[in-house]
């Protein structure tokens, strides 16, 4: 049997899927579920409860795939059509099957029910042919058909009805089918403070510079967002040991370019890296925040456990709070401004001063979308880090408007403190 993925589709039925007023979260939990036993999501339909428009997504997806998974339109009533227009396109009558009427009659005697409502006695009318998949939680019943070379499953869009068919008989059915084969395997690695063409040209010199190719047989994608980019390695086939093995030469191949942008996290949040670190050294961390008005305060405390390392954060909004929370003094912030490096060296040790900390962050600038001059314009952020009594101060210019300057300057300041406590870190194992 081949370990290449099996080509899945998956069609949504639903008007409240297309008008928005649900978020089809069953398709990309299905994507992920599928991809560990080695069937790949190649299309995703979303089509409203219409006959025609099932049809033709139905007659798409079975065209280019071994699987096809049909996802809602099972209940009872009038505007569930996807049975029919399945049966219809498969050229199948719907007949009643016994075991799925009694599991119905039984789950409504279980709710005082003396009789099944007639509009859910449809609930065991079954394309000829199909398979029911046992629905646990729910009255519609998943259904497995074949035709031809493709697999084509039935499921209700309950998410947690459509999450136990799919655990349960679903991967069942599949199996005997032969169609779970070798994993997919992935690794994500985060990181932060790099433009993804600037990271996708250095990687792509690195490979073409070393006489092995690292990734060779891996592919690896890109996801970019507003505060980093993702690379996420796969691997196709094989076990999850060797999967891991050539995971982690791989990225030991390549740290030379990505490791300076690097950072662990289960979670892919960077607040959570710096929870981790201070952890490790056994250290508090407290901020002292203007332009991004308490986002990384939010964001240490958005991490579980973070009542170890964090003490607490001072809003020093206007000069007069810089002044006396931060305890700044006024005729420098006067003649330097507030928007300057000596302020945000004087936020980040007054913090430490304030509340007790280890370290201090501190962040000023000109988040907009007014305030900027000619030589401070929008998006000017001063930040100052201050880790065993010596502060350092740096400058970064941010676009965008006024929420991703507030968001890129918090992650931003994670990472310097980050990137700070890490060389420490190492420094204190090289002398040890």
Not at 13 to 30: C, H, I, K, P, R
Not at 258 to 276: N, T
């Amino acid at each position: 049997m081949s370990d290449s993925p099996v080509r899945a589709a998956v069609v949504s039925v639903g008007n409240e899927l297309l008008s928005g007023q649900t978020v089809d979260t069953n398709a990309a939990w299905l994507s992920s579920a599928l991809a560990t036993r080695g069937i790949s999501v190649v299309r995703r339909y979303t089509v409203g409860d219409i006959e025609s428009d099932i049809d033709e997504a139905l007659g798409a997806a079975c065209a280019l795939a071994e699987l096809v998974v049909v996802s809602g339109g099972l209940g009872p009533t009038p505007d569930d059509r996807t049975k029919a227009a399945v049966a219809a396109r498969l050229g199948l009558t719907l007949v009643p099957d016994d075991e799925v009427r009694r599991a119905v009659e039984a789950r409504y005697a279980a709710g005082g029910y003396a009789t099944v409502p007639k509009a859910s006695t449809g609930q065991w009318m079954v394309p000829a042919g199909g398979r029911p998949l046992s629905n646990p939680l729910g009255t519609a019943p998943g259904l497995f058909l074949e035709n031809d070379e493709t697999v084509i499953v039935l499921l209700p869009g309950v998410p947690n009805e459509f999450k136990a068919i799919v655990e349960g008989d679903l991967f069942a059915a599949l199996s005997e089918k032969g169609l779970v084969r070798g994993g997919i395997h992935h690794r994500i690695v985060y990181t932060t403070g790099i433009a993804e063409s600037a990271l996708c040209e250095s990687l792509e010199s690195m490979r073409s510079a070393l006489a092995v190719d690292p990734l060779a047989g891996m592919e690896l994608a890109y996801l970019p967002d507003l505060l980093g980019v993702d690379l996420r390695f796969t691997i196709l086939g094989g076990t999850a040991e060797g999967a891991q093995l050539r995971f982690d030469r791989t990225l030991a191949a390549l740290s030379e370019v990505v490791g300076p942008w690097r950072f662990e996290s289960e979670s892919g949040d960077l607040a959570e890296a710096v929870h981790r670190l201070l952890l490790r050294e056994r250290r508090t961390l407290a901020v002292a925040e203007s332009c991004t008005g308490g986002l990384v305060g939010k964001r240490l405390t958005d991490t579980p456990g973070s009542s170890e390392t964090f003490r607490g954060g001072l809003i020093c909004y206007t000069n007069a709070s810089k002044v006396a929370l931060a305890d700044i003094d006024a005729e420098e912030l006067a003649r330097a401004g507030a928007v300057s490096d000596l302020v945000a060296a004087g936020l980040a040790e007054g913090a430490v001063t304030a509340l007790g900390a280890d370290v201090g962050i501190g962040i000023t600038g000109v988040a907009g979308p007014a305030g900027g001059s000619p030589d401070k314009p929008v998006g000017t952020v001063w930040f100052g880090t201050s880790v065993n009594g010596n502060t350092e101060t740096v400058v970064r210019n941010f676009s965008g408007d006024r929420g991703a300057v507030r968001a890129r300057a918090a992650q931003t300041a994670l990472a310097l403190v980050y990137r700070r406590l890490l060389a420490n870190e190492e420094s204190d194992w090289s002398a040890s």
